[in-house]
């Protein structure tokens, strides 16, 4: 069925009440959906990340600039479903499928999971779950590169063990990642997701003007 | 997908409740990754081996499941050695790379450590099938049914995503665009295949979500559970057993004097 | 065979009932008032756009509260809100994949009565009755994903039945399912609506498939209400034109048969002891021993069961499969210069030559926009900006689809989806136009007009490949047909 949604001011049907906090079985099931793409992704990722940690590992401390890939299932989850909890959710079932299918970060990627996704929630709470421009959701991004790189320097099994300079190195290159990877490209996928009418069940979806 | 399929075994390991699996993998990664040094962790790698025959699994699939262990340790031994933290005696110092005393029994730990972790995950979930751990999780842990149960519908649609991915790939083929512009294309292309995926799972995922809440999905009201998941004796073994790998492990490397607690 | 147990039916009225999607201007349904008595079987027709579905989501209790929309009026069933007595509405929707929610066949069956609270023991006795009753003969540790689109959807049926509803609602149950699978599920809702006495109601534009079971007809109005009320035959017969205008198939109308001039032409691929399968070369054959030409201004129908290979043998001879054995090429009036080969055809050559419409169009969709959608092809064959320009106008206009060109594609109907992939093929001109299943699930107008455009390639002197099903299509179009049934692997 053709989708004519119209932003411009009229009778507004639900758009001006006050949002929801309940999550709704549609929201469930799409972040769970959203996660498990994401888990699938995570998996593959880190797959293709044996060949060049080993390469990356060469420069120093720049292997961060990968960290974004495992941080946008969080942020994407959070802005698509715009609830409290959304981006540790989305986050958490990513890492859990990761981990189901098998990597060698074995069940450290489930508590690495978490921390992203708070990271992220974080965010979005400050914004009182309200604004979702470009801003907050670069913001989020980051914020959870920080997380993850200031994880990792601590506790993981590659970068703990580098030398202070390089693990200044890791953790600048872990921030620019979630900005771009987890931030932006979130920013665009729900984009995407919206002008396709997927998500035509959820407010993210219905404040672009596709008039036709 | 085989990579997800639940492998069916007759080992014990296969009869235990998933909640207790999932403790007793939990609990030995808590504990290990408390601390970077090879005797906790070659530790609990020798109990882990000596308890792997219960799991259950055949030598070819063992190997096949922890394939990204055997590949990860050494890769991230070498590269600790090379660039890991340097103390005591050098061994090889040539521009960026310095291999020392200190960094290579720092590799040796990261090394046994990744094993360590990552074995008892891999094998205690290999043989868990999803439904039954959703069961556990709802009825053992009384975590709310809303959300595993959504959750596992969302991951029981991922068998449906490969058949799609490859309806995606012949597309692109038969729309003319499946080999332009080179390494940058494809990972153009690679990019578009995995959003147009991601737009048909979140509009099946909605349809689905319609289809649940018709059965009565989704109120607060109680629900029952058609297949019982409790906590037995076996289960409760499990999760010492883990617990005691654990300790063992910290004891061990507390008592040679190598416990290095990275908080500290 | 035990019938499931008796429930009294439910009696549904509305009164003014209207809804509005959140977001939407219009209203999906307006004003409408109906009273359905217990145990009625009403069959619900209309335009698309009529609110059909709406009225079975809000039936079903699934649309939603003041986040997803709004309401005027009342819609009750049994005197109350829907939604607050689920369970007692059994919902089945269109897409037999949507629906399965467990692994295990006895699972998704037992999940409906779980989320009501039925005592365990007694769920395993309604999950065996049900899997009886809809005539699904499966071990409970089956795998759901292994099933056919007629046994997911009987699947579907036998989890709203372990509810004990008192109103069944089907959503178009057999739309996407071959001629076996709709009698099958069709079967299975006559037993079901004759042993229970529940309240039934269809939406269907196969009308002629549900006329034996139902006992009422009501059409909805596009603006909202009650167009059409009462017994079957009246009803069909009263709103005949209306409802063939708005793509019902109607029993008693004739379908067209498109004049063709039979313009007849080169051969343009020939396959001989040909064996397909969907892994290419190395891969088991799914069919095998295939002799077949294809013929500029000829059609050529692929049939046979599921399973028999006809989506393989589409996508083999589309260029994007390997053959597995005997052999297959193009002649060199198709070929022109570009080797015998299509598998080995660049995907630039594939374009000119063969095209290809897949069973799934939202598979092939690659842009945000109809107009940039097929700009795709001729682009990628460089063709000159001004030139794409008229192309994508001339098809636009041809396929009644340029008061969306700056729509979404995913945005479109499932018609709209269907013309648009037809379109996009064309843009970049090929010979040979392959496509697999594609009547599946349109309704009459969508049909009639496929059919149409179809004729006109074929006098145009291109040739056509179709895998389907459909009867009719194989009636109105095709000048020759490959039965696959009869053929196993080498």
């Known amino acids: 069925m053709s989708v004519h949604t119209s932003a411009t001011g009229r009778e507004a049907s639900t758009a001006t ?104 929630e974080i965010v979005l709470a400050l914004f009182l779950y309200k604004s979702w421009r470009l801003g907050v959701v670069l913001l989020a991004g980051t914020v959870a590169g920080l997380a993850v790189g200031l994880m990792d320097i601590t506790f993981s099994s590659s970068a703990a063990a580098l030398a202070p300079e390089r693990q200044f190195v890791y953790v600048a290159s872990s921030i620019v990642s979630g900005l771009v990877i987890a931030g932006l490209l979130s920013w665009l996928a729900a984009r995407g997701l919206a002008r396709s009418g997927a998500l035509n069940r959820f407010a993210s979806g219905r404040t672009t003007e596709t008039l036709v | 997908m085989s990579i997800l399929a639940t492998i069916e075994t007759t080992g014990v390991v296969s009869r235990v409740n998933p909640v207790a699996k999932l403790l007793a993998a939990l609990v030995i990664a808590i504990v290990l990754l408390l601390s970077i040094d090879w005797v906790s962790a070659g530790t609990a790698l020798v109990l882990e081996l000596l308890l792997l025959p219960w799991a259950g699994l055949t030598a070819r699939q063992l190997v096949v499941r922890t394939l990204p262990l055997w590949i990860a340790a050494p890769s991230s031994v070498l590269v600790t050695a090379v660039y890991g933290r340097d103390e005591g005696a050098v061994l090889v110092d040539w521009q960026v790379i310095s291999v020392t005393e200190g960094s290579l029994s720092l590799a040796a730990a990261i090394g046994l450590r990744i094993l360590a972790v990552g074995i008892p995950g891999i094998v205690l979930l290999a043989t868990t099938d999803p439904t039954d751990l959703a069961d556990g999780l709802g009825q053992v842990l009384r975590l709310p049914a809303r959300f595993v149960l959504g959750a596992l519908a969302g991951l029981r649609l991922v068998g449906l995503f490969m058949d799609d991915w490859r309806q995606l790939a012949l597309a692109r083929r038969a729309r003319g665009v499946a080999d332009s512009g080179g390494p940058i294309g494809a990972l153009r292309r690679f990019g578009q295949q995995a959003f147009a995926l991601l737009v048909l799972s979140v509009r099946r995922g909605s349809k689905l979500a319609t289809a649940m809440e018709a059965k009565g999905f989704g109120s607060d009201e109680p629900r029952t559970w058609a297949r019982p998941s409790v906590l037995g004796g076996r289960d409760i073994v499990l999760v010492a057993l883990g617990a005691a790998v654990a300790a063992a492990a910290v004891t061990a490397a507390v008592v040679a004097g190598t416990w290095a607690f990275v908080l500290a | 065979m035990p019938s499931v147990s008796a429930q009294a039916g439910a009696r549904v009225i509305a009164r003014g009932w209207g809804w509005r999607h959140a977001g939407r201007r219009a209203h999906a349904v307006s004003a409408l008032d109906l009273v359905i008595e217990p145990g009625e079987r009403v069959l619900l027709l209309g335009a698309s756009g009529a609110g059909k579905s709406t009225l079975l989501a809000g039936l079903a209790g699934v649309l939603g509260g003041d986040e997803d929309g709004d309401s005027e009026g009342e819609l009750l069933v049994d005197g109350r809100e829907p939604a607050s007595q689920r369970g007692r509405v059994g919902l089945v929707l269109q897409d037999p994949d949507s629906q399965v929610v467990l692994a295990r066949v006895g699972d998704d069956v037992a999940f409906g009565c779980e989320n009501l609270a039925v005592p365990r023991d007694e769920i395993w ?14 071990p409970l540790g089956a795998s759901t994903t292994e099933l056919s689109g007629g046994q997911k959807q009987r699947l579907a049926l036998a989890g709203a039945l372990a509810m004990r509803p008192g109103l069944l609602l089907l959503d178009e149950p057999t739309a996407n399912l071959d001629p076996a699978g709709v009698v099958e599920v069709r079967d299975a809702v006559a037993r079901v609506s004759e042993s229970t006495g529940a309240t039934l109601v269809v939406v269907e534009h196969r009308v002629s498939v549900w006329l034996p079971v139902v006992d ?88 046979g069961a599921n399973g028999a290979g006809k989506s393989t043998l589409a996508l083999t001879v589309a260029g994007l499969l390997p053959p597995v054995g005997g052999r297959f090429a193009a002649s060199p009036a198709l070929a022109a210069g570009a080797g015998t080969s299509p598998i080995r055809w660049r995907p630039r050559e594939l374009l000119t030559r063969i095209g290809t419409v897949f069973q799934d169009p939202e598979h092939q969709f690659l842009s945000t926009t109809l107009r940039r959608e097929l700009a795709v092809g001729p682009r990628a064959l460089a063709v000159p900006g001004p030139e794409i320009d008229g192309r994508v106008d001339a098809l636009l206009e041809r396929l009644r689809l340029d008061h969306l060109a700056a729509a979404n594609p995913f945005t479109l109907s499932g018609g709209e989806k269907r013309r648009l992939s037809v379109a996009t093929i064309l843009a970049s001109r090929p010979s040979v136009l392959v496509l697999d299943e594609p009547t599946f699930g349109q309704d009459a107008r969508t049909w009639r007009e496929l059919v149409a455009f179809l004729a006109e390639l074929l006098d145009d002197g291109r040739a056509v490949v179709a895998v389907t099903h459909d009867a009719d299509l194989v009636s109105a179009l095709a000048d020759d047909v490959l039965d696959l049934s009869s053929r196993g692997a080498a």
């Open chain 1, 17 to 120: 009440k006050a949002p929801a906090r309940r999550w709704r079985v549609v929201d469930i099931v799409v972040a769970s959906v959203i996660g498990v793409a994401s888990g699938v992704v995570f998996w593959a990722w880190g797959v293709a990340y044996y060949g060049t940690d080993v390469l990356l590992s060469f420069s120093g401390g720049f292997q961060g600039i990968f960290n974004g890939m495992w941080l946008f299932a969080g942020v994407l989850g959070g802005i698509i479903i715009r609830k409290p909890g959304a981006a540790v959710y989305t986050e958490v079932v990513a890492a859990v499928v990761s981990m189901l299918i098998g990597t060698q970060w074995g069940f450290s990627v489930l508590i690495w999971g978490i921390v992203q996704g708070l990271a992220a």
């Open chain 3, 125 to 138: 006795r309604r999950v065996h009755e049900s899997l009886e009753a809809v005539g699904l003969d499966l």
């Open chain 3, 216 to 303: 009422r007809v009501v059409v909805l109005a596009a603006g909202g209400g009650v167009l059409a009320d009462g017994r079957p035959d009246d009803v069909l017969r009263a709103q005949r034109d209306t409802l063939t205008t708005a793509g019902v198939w109607v029993p008693g109308v004739d379908l067209p048969v498109p004049s063709r001039r039979r313009v007849v032409g080169e051969p343009l691929l020939e396959a001989t002891g040909l064996a397909v399968g969907r892994r290419g070369a190395r891969g088991p054959a799914v069919a095998a021993d295939i002799d077949l030409r294809v013929v500029a201004g000829r059609a050529v129908a692929v049939t």
